[in-house]
């Protein structure tokens, strides 16, 4: 039994190290030589503009179920009025950044661990290296700066498309006018609900990438080695996101009450 | 000329490299023949920087290279080149961006200088003129066969005119008219360029072909370094392998059948 313990803990340990190790030194090789734009441009496609419809499904979906159950919720108590409130405040600080990040996780993070998992072990990496090409730089760099811009970008995409979806809703169905829907979101969605959602969005982008990307790169054994890192790439990073999320929530809510009293 | 020393190599418990020393002369194709699993592929990747040893030295025309740091070590790259044994052609990549990859990533290491496009096709097409695969440019890796893939991975290898050669089981898996093909290729390119190679491999027929000198790995060493045919005449007991991979050697197997008759 200790001998297990002391096995996992090590394993865990030596995993973080790694994963650290890897972060360093993608933003050391970043920063001494930047990755070419059709790297860049690649990635950038493959990450967001793919992504799209994904997203786009997901957040308007959101936002359509998240305005009825609010209507219904609410209505009865008088309170219909706040179901444009409840979507937006819901879409921005937390629905829009997670359920994004989770798509992008599924769609997009799993094919970059498959793909760097297969060229791990048909040794295109080690081909890399044999013509004097970093990988960090070829492979990872323009991957995580996509992920750093396009993450976010596709969470505002995703937000806009939840508060639209709602409002459809709530006027198709429940006959809401365009100006009670809007027009108290202004007032209640504060600057600070965007920030959180930007910064969650960021924070996930990075998580992404890098979670995809060490896995891929540490895969071994063939085609079911790629098979096993790929899901377990998705798993580690779904749970690290959710984690991530009340850590973040957490934590920016206590800096903005913090700065809010020092206002007062 | 490349001298390795007291090389160590552990995976785990695993002690794969025992103290290794070999030295490949400037020029010559050496061949490093073991069975499988025995650590020559370790030993390239030593050699080609991949992987660094738990101790011991390699040296390139008297550079020290196993403990040179990241950048020094892509200088060094640039004089070597390993052909994979799964060729290892990236997948996203048509056959001329394969093999002209090196030339889109680096100044040729000759001159210093980067290719403009017009001479990276020109190098493309010489070097899959040589290994005989014109025509195959503007295909993909997954649309070849074993062996063209091997041979489109030489026409990467050569297409930079590296001096050092490393060859990881060249002829693993082909049918023996493609395997032949390969062995002419690698006296070819050796011939052309004027380099150093190794090969690693088990494969008795491919030594005997190409080799100048035959390196015999076993059990973490190398136990004997002779060239074709004095390799032909070594009796040793302690090889376990030896007399297993000769006698399906046509030329032992001839000598043999004049010998029952």
Not at chain 1, 107 to 117: D, F, I, K, N, T
Not at chain 1, 230 to 235: I, K, L, P
Not at chain 2, 197 to 210: K, P
Request: glycine share 8%; aromatic share 8%; with cysteine.
């Amino acid at each position: 039994m200790y001998e297990l313990v002391k096995k996992n803990f090590f394993n865990i340990f030596n995993a973080v190290g790694e994963y650290s190790a890897l972060i360093y030194q993608t933003f050391v090789t970043m920063l001494k030589k930047p990755p070419g734009w059709a790297l860049l441009r690649d990635q950038f496609h493959s990450i967001g503009v793919l992504s799209l419809n994904v997203v786009a499904i997901t957040g308007a979906s959101t936002g359509i179920v998240l305005a009825a159950q609010s209507f219904y919720q609410l209505s009865n108590k008088g309170l219909a009025g706040v179901t444009g409130i409840m979507v937006a405040k819901a879409m921005i600080t937390e629905l829009g950044p997670v359920l994004t990040a989770l798509m992008v996780t599924g769609r997009v993070g799993s094919a970059m661990c498959a793909e760097l998992g297969t060229m791990r072990v048909t040794e295109q990496i080690d081909a890399l290296r044999s013509m004097a090409v970093n990988p960090l730089r070829y492979l990872i760099a323009p991957r995580f700066i996509a992920s750093l811009i396009m993450v976010p970008l596709l969470t505002m995409f995703s937000i806009i498309l939840g508060i639209l979806g709602g409002f459809a809703i709530a006027h198709l169905f429940f006959g809401m006018s365009s100006s009670n829907y809007f027009d108290p979101m202004p007032i209640h969605v504060t600057s600070f609900d965007l920030f959180t959602g930007i910064i969650k969005s960021f924070f996930f982008g990075i998580l992404i990438v890098t979670i995809c990307c060490y896995k891929g790169l540490k895969t071994t054994g063939g085609a079911e080695g790629v098979g096993k890192s790929t899901t377990n790439s998705v798993v580690v990073t779904y749970v690290w996101i959710l984690i991530s999320d009340f850590l973040l929530t957490m934590m920016l809510n206590s800096i903005h009450q913090e700065v809010t009293m020092d206002w007062l | 000329m490349i001298k390795i020393t007291d090389l160590w190599k552990s995976y785990g418990s695993n002690q794969v490299l025992k103290g290794l020393n070999l030295e490949i002369q400037t020029g010559e194709i050496m061949v490093i023949l073991g069975r499988s699993g025995v650590g020559k592929s370790v030993l390239l990747r030593q050699i080609m920087g991949l992987e660094h040893p738990d101790s011991g030295t390699i040296e390139v025309n008297g550079q020290e290279i196993t403990n040179l740091a990241e950048k020094q070590r892509y200088e060094v790259s640039k004089n070597m080149g390993m052909l994979f044994q799964g060729s290892a052609l990236f997948d996203s990549l048509n056959i001329e961006s394969n093999v002209g990859f090196y030339f889109a990533q680096n100044p040729d290491p000759k001159s210093g200088k980067h290719l403009s496009q017009e001479e990276i096709t020109q190098r493309v097409s010489e070097s899959l003129q040589m290994v005989g695969l014109e025509g195959v440019e503007k295909k993909m890796p997954s649309d070849l066969s074993g062996g063209m893939k091997k041979r489109a991975g030489l026409a990467r290898l050569i297409a930079y005119r590296p001096n050092i050669l490393l060859y990881d089981e060249p002829t693993t898996g082909l049918d023996p008219m493609m395997a032949n093909q390969i062995n002419e290729l690698i006296v070819k390119t050796q011939n052309e360029l004027q380099g150093t190679s190794i090969v690693v491999t088990h494969d008795i027929h491919s030594a005997l072909y190409v080799a100048d000198r035959i390196a015999l790995h076993q059990d973490g060493h190398i136990i004997h370094v002779a060239d074709p045919d004095d390799f032909m005449k070594i009796k040793d007991p302690t090889i376990e392998f030896l007399e297993e991979i000769l006698i399906h050697h046509p030329r032992v197997r001839k000598e043999q059948h004049s010998g029952e008759k």
